[in-house]
């Protein structure tokens, strides 16, 4: 991947289901996607909203789901697995653009999905944003912390990197 997403913002959503994407990530999305061309001001993206414990939605750039996509497709035929990730990548997503203002238009039955209202906070995973509603976003923050694991208060979140050349299989 060319760029990863880093930093949150809390934004509007209006009326009509837009939101303003800023322009640190919109930056990204463009970047990452290998059909933008700057005259044409339209970044495409993928959202996931996922199943129906999910109260977020994924909004992952093109790469990173020709990324996605790729490992998938070497998962067993017909695996539970892949079924699984096929569903939720596939099946329970949709594909957008950015528009010409900035802009991502949230159809509302996906606003319904997660309770997006009138506010909306983007937060950066790498290779994709989360897309809350201001209170899960406070709620995930805190579950998060919670459950960090080998952390003593007030020691460096860096630590918990596997060591250079160790393949740590615990994570996600």
């Not at 996931?48 to 990324?67: F, K, P, Q, S």
């Not at 695996?79 to 699984?84: Q, V």
């Not at 957008?96 to 606003?111: K, M, S, W």
């Amino acid at each position: 991947m060319a760029r990863r997403f880093r930093g949150s913002e809390e934004v509007k959503v209006d009326a009509k289901g837009r939101v303003s994407i800023p322009a640190k990530f919109r930056r990204v999305f463009e970047s990452c996607d290998p059909d933008w061309a700057e005259s044409s001001d339209r970044a495409h993206m993928v959202i996931v909203y996922g199943t129906r414990d999910w109260n977020h939605m994924r909004l992952y750039t093109i790469e990173a789901m020709d990324e996605i996509d790729d490992g998938i497709s070497r998962m067993a035929r017909g695996s539970a697995d892949r079924n699984y990730l096929e569903m939720v990548m596939h099946g329970l997503s949709d594909e957008a653009e950015i528009d010409n203002d900035g802009r991502l238009v949230l159809p509302q039955r996906l606003r319904e999905k997660v309770g997006l209202v009138d506010r909306a906070v983007f937060m950066a995973a790498g290779d994709h944003l989360k897309l809350w509603t201001p209170e899960s976003y406070e709620a995930e923050l805190e579950k998060i912390e919670a459950e960090v694991p080998n952390l003593a208060p007030g020691a460096d979140p860096l630590s918990l990197l596997p060591s250079p050349g160790t393949i740590n299989e615990g994570t996600a």
